[in-house]
């Protein structure tokens, strides 16, 4: 087969690559590098040890419907490409035919009627042609197919990556409203009753109006609250049956607490092969490479082309002389079209797709840019959301005493209306809060699996430029340091310890990857917080492609 030049057109003015592009990377991150991330195993959800969230995942990536259109979209990127690599091949035609024509010797032939007569003719035989790809226009449209097909996999494998995120966010979602919505209606019962219990003493003329009516508003201001939570609550479960494939009515979430859920607790560290891991940037990465094959076909459609057409085979006026040697035919033609003038189409096609390449570079680096965002951004979470849950859950505590002193005193009659409602709210936001505060830790737990690519490794295979990020610095542990808790909630005793004494040896954390080196844990049991510490370390910074 004949094969043309399959060097691209390369013009100074082209936008660079994007391993090249994406050089203005900062050259400082708050990241500290001394240890990496854990690297998620492929069924990083399983981490959390919920066997219910594990049975609801599977039932959303076999029933979700979005996810079932990118399969479908893989599939028909597949076959796109079989379309497009069939035209580096001939097209061969068999041919077999048959024709008859009156008069036998032609239109206006026959003198008189005489000697009109018709004739029949066989035919078997066949066509081919074949258009030579001298500049390469044919192989730069099967490597653009090619990459339009890798692109549709790794937005599937994106579109996996953020359905078991919105699963696992939405189904912690629905418990940690569940718990907060027993909590309101717990403190609900208390509420009433000291309503009750102000209304009597009104009645015997030893309390007012104004302090019943405080009561009261707080009354109905927590069961308006404890309503409002229930409709989140519903929004929940009708989002997490969407994402499931399922009607709502089908959806029953049994956990009712979320204390017994592991959270991710990581040392910072930017992974290295990022780009290689997160399929947004690899389907990026992808179309952009798609899109520099286009223009580079779009180069070579404005030379000309050239094409070879032949035939062959056997023909006779009697069908039984067919196969007769005498009764084989062939042709053969070549022919080089060269484009004089179409009205600028091809140039204007060339434009169309040059500003198309620059349009996927830019979107390349920002897609760079955001996975980075996401990565800093998720450790943040992780860090703040366990030093936030650490005071939460000591000021509830100090809330559940105070109620039991407060219980105590209001029967002996030491304390005023004023103080208790305060009491009261107390009491509820503090129980609140820390509920809440959990779903965030786990919220953000799941934000730092998807911001490093999920479980998904790619072993052996490497993004533009060898996958490699620049190094980060030690200001994320400088900031750390800075914003360290000082004091750490024990909360069996419910006191504060000074966290100066954990700082003069290293804290052992918790990692999700069981691949990981064996350290001695702190139980995620354990609401304790416990500020990650660790000694500034100066990298030096390189490069993207480095």
């Not at 999700?512 to 910074?541: D, K, M, R």
Request: charged share 20%; net charge neutral.
């Amino acid at each position: 087969m004949l094969m043309g030049c399959t060097t691209p057109i390369v013009k100074t003015t082209d936008a660079p690559a994007g391993d090249e592009y994406v050089t203005w990377l900062p050259k400082f991150f708050k990241t500290a590098t001394n240890e990496r991330l854990p690297a998620p195993t492929e069924l990083w959800w399983k981490e959390f040890g919920s066997d219910e969230l594990n049975e609801f995942v599977d039932i959303a990536i076999a029933n979700n419907f979005d996810l079932r259109i990118a399969i479908a979209r893989v599939t028909q990127a597949r076959a796109q490409v079989d379309v497009v690599n069939a035209a580096l091949f001939p097209v061969v035609d068999l041919v077999p035919a048959y024709a008859i024509q009156a008069p036998s010797t032609g239109v206006g032939s026959s003198a008189n009627t005489t000697q009109w007569n018709s004739r029949s003719s066989y035919q078997l035989g066949v066509q081919t042609s074949y258009e030579v790809d001298i500049w390469g226009k044919k192989g730069f449209n099967t490597q653009s197919a090619i990459s339009q097909a890798l692109a549709s996999e790794y937005n599937r494998d994106a579109i996996a990556l953020s359905l078991v995120g919105d699963v696992a966010t939405n189904y912690f979602q629905v418990i940690s409203l569940n718990e907060r919505i027993a909590v309101g209606e717990k403190n609900l019962i208390e509420i009433r009753k000291i309503s009750k219990g102000i209304k009597r003493r009104m009645d015997m003329g030893d309390s007012t109006l104004i302090d019943l009516s405080q009561q009261l508003i707080l009354q109905n201001n927590t069961e308006a609250l404890v309503i409002s939570q229930k409709l989140q609550r519903d929004d929940a479960i009708y989002r997490l049956a969407t994402l499931m494939g399922r009607t709502p009515s089908s959806i029953k979430v049994k956990k009712d607490t979320l204390e017994s859920v592991n959270v991710a607790v990581v040392q910072p560290g930017l992974p290295s092969d990022l780009l290689c891991r997160r399929p947004d940037i690899r389907r990026a990465e992808a179309l952009l490479e798609s899109s520099q094959a286009d223009l580079y076909a779009a180069r070579a459609n404005i030379l000309p082309s050239f094409a070879l057409t032949g035939g062959g085979g056997y023909g006779s006026f009697a069908l039984n002389t067919i196969t007769a040697p005498q009764s084989f035919f062939y042709n053969f033609g070549a022919s080089i079209v060269a484009h004089v003038f179409d009205g600028g189409k091809r140039r204007a096609e060339e434009r169309v797709a040059d500003a198309k390449n620059v349009e996927m570079l830019e979107t390349y680096a920002s897609t760079v840019l955001a996975a980075l965002r996401d990565v800093e951004g998720s450790l943040s979470g992780i860090h703040y959301t366990a030093e936030g849950y650490g005071y939460s859950n000591q000021a509830r505590l100090q809330a559940q005493k105070l109620a039991a002193m407060s219980a105590r005193v209001v029967e002996l009659g030491g304390m005023d209306y004023v103080q208790l409602y305060e009491i009261q709210r107390s009491v509820f936001t503090a129980e609140d809060a820390a509920v809440n505060a959990k779903f965030d830790q786990l919220r953000a737990s799941v934000g730092l699996f998807k911001a490093i690519g999920g479980g998904m490794t790619y072993v052996g295979d490497t993004c533009k430029g060898g996958g490699k990020l620049p190094q980060a610095d030690s200001m994320w542990v400088e900031r750390q340091n800075s914003f360290a808790s000082p004091v750490v909630a024990d909360n069996s005793q419910g006191s504060t310890k000074n966290s100066e004494l954990l700082l003069n040896k290293p804290v052992p954390i918790k990692t999700l990857n069981p691949n990981s080196p064996a350290v001695n844990e702190i139980p995620l049991t354990n609401p304790a917080f416990v500020p990650v510490v660790q000694p500034p370390t100066t990298v030096s910074s390189q490069r993207l492609g480095s």
